[in-house]
């Protein structure tokens, strides 16, 4: 830009502002100037929209001005825009450093431009706009507007009185509003543009606030005018106009009704004025209205309280009400204005909800009582009424009204909310004027009363005298008469807390409920109180248990004795007005016009006089709670009432805490039972571990089954426990028992008793067979069920088990009333059966009992094998070649493995050494089996034939002469223990190196480690297939011990030296000096107490892909078969392991280097 454009941009934007502070001198009127000074910042940056936005007190802001350039965007005129829209923080630095912002969706940056300082508030030097990523949810949030581009300056007013939103510094400075302009293509936005939208915000902010003051103004002047037309009709005439000044007070305020209620004060009685809606008489007969609630007529004194007391608060103020019955801090306009009751929504005011009820046939929704007091005298007091409205809000499209917004808005459609019945909340202005009507009220009224008593005294002097004794006389009964009633609200409110006490004193509901009624009785003086409970069908009767009944009437009898008392009334409306939280007074029953049905009733208990309250639990009713009179009708006091419904409330609570309670009895005798469950499953796994452990500690099959059948029964408290066991042909008999001593032994019977057998083999079982002799059933069906993998069967009475008669005699002839089968398995053939049974009574067998036999079952399996395993020699010959294996096996493993590829040589070495006992063991173990199958044999017939050996036995004997394998058996195990024991001597030798025995970490001086790591690999060193000569180069410094495995430690230096030869050897030289090669050992203290040891050999190096890969698991780089890749993946664990560290550095050409560092006190050790 040139020197003459930038004069004229200049002049064009000095015009502008010439224009906007002309219109702002030239109008009053804020929305002429906003809309003057939108069209013409619209005009200038050639944009689609510019708006002015305004917040409201809860920050949410709505549209007052806009212009649009040919309708390009949609207008927002009007419409509200929720507070979550602009975010608390960014609210902030509009308000503290009176940023701009400047926004591009395109390029999804937003430019900051703070005008002054957040902290010190001075203006910032640079204004320079500063961009960074645009948040997507704000990208999102325009791009549903339409806007491409967007400018924001905030509107910030400097006087506190005029702002909607308070500052959270120190400033005096608010928030007002913002000025935005809007493009809905993407605009290049200058810092010159920036500075002129911020030179015309600030002449706007003028206009605001030129406009609030002269609001402010016309307001003060209004609220003039309006006390001065009240003060006219209060003082213009010798009679004060009451009713003219009443009415002008409620139209003032714009409300729906109003009264002026004044007290009765020495010779004139009370006046009360109404005009509009009014609530109904707390008693119409007696002419009683809501002034005179007790509660109302304490706040009206309070006004001429001086004093407070240890609340803070003068005693019945609203302050110290709303803080003896902890309901929470005032508003503001409370504290600012003590003496004025100014009650939103009478309906949510928990001080007004014994008066409430008497404003529900109005819709009076708001109250503002207005005490009139002249000095030291209360005079009355002026109470406007206000009725609930309805209200309408245009939103920029629909949004929840949680306030946590989860996304960006995806319309601006207009949204128009609505809302019934809402309260018109009484704004400071207004309490300042009820102050100054209060004021000007009372000092008419009470000179108005001055007057006319001093007219009166002119006239009648000394009958004014008479009079005024009289009315003094009055005026000290009624005053003794609320000192009376005072004390006894006290009185009923010290006897309420004591209640309340002994009610949490007591769990017991039946307790709680005759501790009240006796108190209630007492306290009140009543001849009965009595508890009703309703029904599920709203009808219900008396609780006898709960009634309480003064001596003299005890002979009227209980409410609650057979008496069922349904109401059909209660009964059709489910509990009628008592379930909205009314309640009876009724004072004679004689006046009440009730049926002859109820007259009846009440005669025939006497019943002259109650008060029926409800006792609701939460939110139900439960019942109701009524106080009798038996002799004679009696006048109820509203403290009476008051004090029943108190009780009652106290009632409900200690209703829903004994539900409570028993709830978490229930939940406790669960966790009871719970508990018992878990330690009957402890003491069965101490069972079965007890069990396991006999098992192992035995390998003869029939202790342990002996030892299993005796632990589970006690365990289980059965009657008996047997194992039965199936032959080849499913046939089987039962081998173990453990039995009660008043039940006959099956493993006797099954011997003893043919018919039995005869039986049980002509029925067709679905169960255990019970006799020794083959089960038809079992035996054609291979085991039946068991063997098809059923696990268990569970019979819990015979007699309901649909078994067939002949089945149940044998089942009877043993004394069996309920049984549980599991089935044993040998690997996964069905071996057996174990079974419990319960001989006296049927027995409902528990989940956690067959899972216990289950597990039993399953160990009794592991025995078998045990057992099997000890009682075949042939597999202990296999078993201790197998030993040999797994010795070879193990000394192999992965770790191993490494370590013995890498002591070949030392290996070839050994080999035939050991390899000389081995083979004379592997030669005589063809003739250990041998002599051990001709002992299974005879053993085996032994067992068949047992006690009296056959021919077959005898003969089997001589032809594998016993005699002769009895005295060469032990030479033979003499010659294999000579070998076994050269063999360990050998393999000992090897420990020497590998440290095999030592489990646990100890000093070790590193030098020895290397010195004899390389002591074995001397061979190789001076191999005469090499190509080169190696030579060992040692550069060793001072080391202290270090803690550590020496055996893996050794290993990791046998494979980094053994890698290194190999790299060496595999080199063939060019010259005769090319065919020495070094290999270099360096080890040196570094600081922190850790040693650093490094190999490093003058080879052709490791490229990079291979030096990635190095210390991975499999990978080599040597031919298939010289090496396992495992080598340096194991050393580098066994360092890492150590809490060390293994790399190596290598360049192509240069050889490579192998570094170990390790701390001098391993992390392990410690």
Known sequence: MNKLQEQQLVATQEGLLHRIANRIRQSLELKEILNTMVAEVRDYLETDRVKVYQFNPDSSGVVIAESIHNNRLPSLLGLHFPADDIPPYARELFLRARQRSVVDVASAQIGISPLEHPETGEIQEDNNIRYRLLDPCHAEYLTAMGVKSSVIVPIVLEEVSTGKEKASTKSSAQLWGLLACHHSESRNVTEEELQFIQAVVDQVGVAIAQSILLNQVRSQAKQEANINRVTELLYTSPTVKSQAALEEAVATFSGSGGRLYLLADEDQPREIYTYGKQPDFINEEKNRVVEENYLWKSFLHSAIESSSDSTGYKPWSVQWMRSVYNLGDCKDEVNNHPNLWAIDDLYREPLFRTLAPFFQSTSV????????????????????????????????????????????????????????????????????????????????????????????????????????????????????????????????????????????????????????????????????????????????????????????????????????????????????????????????????????????????????AFIVVPIFVGKDLWGLLGVYQHQDSRDWKPSEVEFTFQIAAQLGVALQHSSLLAYTRQQAKELKKSNGELQRGIETQKAISSIVAKIRSSLDVNVVFSTTTQAVRELLEADRVVIYRFNPDWSGEFIAESVNQKYDSLMQIQWEDNNIQENVNQCSIQSLSVLSSPDTYLVETQGGSFAKGEVFRVCNDIYNADFHDCYIKVLEFYQTRAYVIIAIYQKEKLWGLLAAYQNDAPREWQDFEVQFLQQISEQMSVALQQSDLHNQVKYQAEELKQTLTNLKETQTQLIQTEKMSSLGQLVAGIAHEINNPVNFIHANLAHLEEYTGNILKALSCYQEYYPEPGDEVQALLEEADIEYITEDLPKLCSSLSIGTKRIQSIVLSLRSFSRLDEAEMKPVDIHDGIEGTLLILQHRLKTDNSKVIIDIVKEYSELPLVQCYAGQLNQVFMNLLANAIDELQSINPVSEKDNIKNITIKTQLVENDWIKVSIKDDGDGITPEVLDKLFDPFFTTKEVGKGTGLGLSISYKIIEKHGGKLYCNSTVGEGAEFVIELPCKSALYT
């Not at 000095?375 to 409205?389: A, K, M, P, Q």
Request: hydrophobic share 35%; glycine share 4%.
């Open 365 to 608: 929704r708001s109250l503002l009582i207005i005490p009139l007091h002249y000095g030291n005298h209360i005079v009355g007091c002026l109470t406007i009424f206000r009725d609930e409205v309805d209200t309408e809000i245009l939103w920029s499209g629909w949004h929840n009204p949680d306030t946590r917004q989860l996304m960006a808005r995806q319309s601006f459609e207009v949204w128009r909310q609505e809302k019934k019945g809402q309260a018109q909340p009484w704004t400071e202005e207004e309490l300042k004027y009820a102050q100054a009507l209060s004021e000007r009220f009372s000092t008419a009224i009470k000179q108005y009363r001055l007057y006319q008593q001093v007219q009166a005294l002119n006239a009648n002097l000394e009958h004014q005298v008479e009079e005024r004794t009289e009315q003094l006389q009055q005026k000290t009964q009624q005053l003794q008469v609320s000192n009376i009633e005072l004390e006894n609200f006290i009185s009923r409110q010290q006897a309420l807390a004591g209640i309340v006490a002994k009610i949490r004193e007591s769990l017991e509901i039946e307790e709680i409920f005759r501790i009240t009624t006796k108190e209630l009785s007492q306290i009140l003086d009543v001849d009965r109180v009595s508890v009703y409970q309703f029904n599920s069908d709203w009808g219900g009767e008396f609780v006898a248990d709960f009634e309480c009944i003064t001596p003299k009437w005890v002979d009227v009898g209980n409410l609650g004795v057979n008496t069922v008392w349904d109401d059909t009334y209660l009964q059709e409306t489910q509990g009628g007005r008592y379930a909205k939280g009314q309640f009876s007074v009724v004072n004679d029953v004689y006046q009440q016009k009730f049926s002859q049905c109820h007259l009846d009733i009440y005669e025939q208990f006497e019943i002259k």
